[in-house]
């Protein structure tokens, strides 16, 4: 007679930097037990109990978080872990940070929440573990970052391996780059899933998704505050601005009337072309990019749209708030291929 377990192909995770749920939605929906997720934030914990009031949280630095405090949800083994530290430290955006403690004025106490990460690992020790980060901690102190990361959860006994992976190669309507690391303490050798989608047309493979198919029935909807779906109050200088873009393009920066402009243009001056994966999401200053046909940015849940958050979860908080839970997710969409892709590793356990 099989368990539940086995009938169910339901696996015990937890989800450290939990943050908007992005990543452990997708183990969800692949049938995963989230049986517990971490973060330090009150506005997170707000997010996380309206849309998954059935998953416990611990809202505290995970530096002060303990492993004996973790086992208390969970018995038995622990199959998979799953996270995405904090990353900004070493984003490819904006200042770069040292790791080294030394170095004062350059040290960010983010990038050791990486470390501490691996420690966890160390010491709960689960049969899988799965790390989110930007590309920027590939060249972080020269490498020597990442190295001491793969170092540490080798010596704790996992095999482990890193790509950089672009989540529009797995369907994602958007061109996110970002580093993923997978290890097992299982003996198995470290595969990454194959990608479903291709930018070149000479592949087998389908086209990267245009951004257009997710947000094109929201563009005259009108705001609609409980839904995520207000838009910006642009002044009329932004707005004209806005209105020089092309579809796919950036603002004429030198072409520009003498009234319309200014020192600096940032990513927010980019329009979407509804043909193509939307640019990154990143949470900026309130702004995600143009829309592909109106003279606004990004609603919030147009980016949730593209990050490919259903429309049921409900993002608490501010709008730049809100944006910054959105830009900071992993995309549902490619976590759930990743988890189903490590469910049939786990049943080569069996």
């Known amino acids: 007679m099989t368990t539940s377990k086995e009938n169910n192909q339901e696996y015990n995770i937890i989800d450290l930097f939990s943050g908007a749920g992005g990543f452990h939605i997708g183990f969800e929906q692949a049938n995963y037990n989230v049986r517990l997720c971490i973060d330090n934030n009150d506005l997170v914990e707000r997010t996380h109990n309206r849309n998954f009031p059935y998953i416990p949280f611990i809202n505290k630095d995970i530096r002060e978080v303990t492993s004996e405090q ?27 940070v040292s790791s080294d403690p030394t170095k004062r004025e350059k040290h960010d106490p983010r990038n050791e929440l990486v470390l501490t990460y691996s420690r966890l690992i160390n010491e709960l020790k689960p049969k899988f573990i799965v790390m989110e980060n930007v590309k920027g901690i590939l060249t972080l102190d020269g490498g020597k970052y990442l ?57 087998d493979l389908p086209m990267w998704n245009g951004c257009w198919g997710v947000i094109s029935d929201l ?68 702004a995600f990019p143009i829309h592909p046909t109106l003279n606004r940015s990004l609603t919030v849940r147009e980016a949730a749209r593209i990050q490919t958050f259903p429309d049921k979860i409900i993002f608490e908080g501010n709008r730049r708030q809100q944006g910054h839970q959105v830009g900071n997710a992993v995309p549902p969409m490619f976590s759930k291929k990743l988890a189903e892709f490590l469910k049939e590793q786990l049943n080569k356990m069996k």
């Open 147 to 203: 190295e001491n990361v793969l170092s540490e959860l080798r010596k704790a006994g996992y095999n482990v391996d890193y790509r950089l992976i672009n989540m529009a190669d797995y369907g994602v309507p958007q061109v996110r780059e970002r580093v993923i690391i997978l290890g097992n303490r299982v003996g198995l050798p470290v595969e990454f899933p194959k990608p479903d989608h291709s930018n070149d047309p000479n592949d």
């Open 219 to 286: 563009a005259n909807m009108g705001d609609k505050r409980e839904f995520n779906h207000v838009a910006l109050k642009h002044t009329e200088k932004n707005i004209q601005r806005y209105k020089l873009i092309p579809e796919g393009g950036r603002l004429p920066e030198n072409d520009l009337p003498p009234e319309l402009y200014r020192k600096n243009f940032g990513n927010t001056y980019k329009r979407l072309d509804r043909k193509r994966p939307a640019l990154t999401m990143v949470p900026g200053n309130d």
């Open 70 to 96: 973790i086992k208390k949800y969970y018995q038995g083994e622990l199959d998979i872990i799953i996270g995405g530290p904090p990353c900004q430290g070493f984003s490819t955006i904006g200042k770069r």
